[in-house]
């Protein structure tokens, strides 16, 4: 019997704690195979260049722990950014103080985001449309949209716009304290509120969610409503940080986003998933991303790693997943015996 606990309580830890361990030792890893990989600024560099896609992982994250998916987030963060960076301009134009044009245009950045995941969310639950569809149809469109805005062409000459990308408190980079500061809202989201648990509920069962008296309309605009704030506030932080509103920028930024969350242990199927985790999952990448920069692999090498990651990831998800369900029957068999 004790035995049995000792190994119960293993195994527990093991499925809790094992992407960070991943975590630490790539760390060491990395720190062996470059000695610049250890330098702060390279770390500075590597959390700065991962903020935008970790921000986007996190709304995913929560979406995929509900049952759905966003394949818009990259072209949404074309529009958002490209909208909020012509309203930077236009109320500087129109004399308005540089502290009200930020606002302005960080407003009309997460306005734009918003808007984009309601329309997500309305296709999804008012008409039924599968989250992967619906979420491909607002990629082209919104990728489309942010190119007819600005015909083709780059925004530049942001000015004072750079502020939110490039700046910093405290000498911690501003977007670093943006994705902190999202990591701990998605953290108590997820663990601490309804919504989270509803949100689980959903994801691990949506008919039991409907027979339990959760509202699972609500609760799907709600999570198309967060990822949104999200992805504007990332649309934001995007074009500043590269000093340009780009109609063709953050291609793939999506499915960034992705691998993050499904390497952080965020199960495809649903009701499985947590934002520390998604933050590992998003570090490991950019650990790899950087290492293999900084030892001069190939660039069409990393293309297949980071696939190769992304498939292992979600086999060892299934893998987990089929072990849940046999230790659970094997469990339901032992209960039976023992009744019996």
Known sequence: M???????????????????????????????ANP??????????????????????????????????????GS?????????VASFKGAVAASVPVWGALILSFAAGVATGVACNIVNAMMITNFK??????????QTMARGAALLYTKGQNLLRLGDFVVFGQGSIASVPTPIIFMVCIFIVTWYTLRHTRFGRSIYA??????????????????????????????????????SRVNAGLPNGAINFEFQALTAAIIGGTSFSGGIGTAAGTLAGAFIVGFLDNIMNLTGVDSYVQQIVRG??????VIYDIWAKGRRRTRSSLGDIDKKG???
Do not use: H
């Open 2 to 32: 004790e035995r049995r606990k000792i190994g119960s309580a293993w195994n527990t830890a093991r499925q809790q704690y094992s992407i960070f361990m991943v975590l630490a030792f790539l760390f060491v890893i990395c720190s062996r």
């Open 36 to 73: 610049n990989f250890l330098s702060i600024a390279n770390i500075s560099n590597i959390s700065r260049q991962l903020s935008v896609t970790t921000i986007l992982a996190f709304g995913e994250t929560i979406l995929i722990i509900g049952g759905m998916l966003d394949l818009s987030a």
């Open 76 to 84: 949404v963060i074309a529009l958002s950014g490209v909208l909020a």
């Open 129 to 138: 449309v599968p989250p992967f569809i619906a979420t491909l149809a607002m």
């Open 202 to 239: 959903i994801g691990g069962n949506e008919e039991a969610a409907v027979a339990s008296g959760i509202a699972v309309g609500r609760v799907k605009y709600k999570a198309f409503l967060f990822n949104g704030i999200l992805v504007g506030i990332a649309g934001v932080l995007f074009m």
């Open 308 to 313: 190769a990651i992304i498939a292992l990831a």
């Open 338 to 340: 023992v009744t019996a």
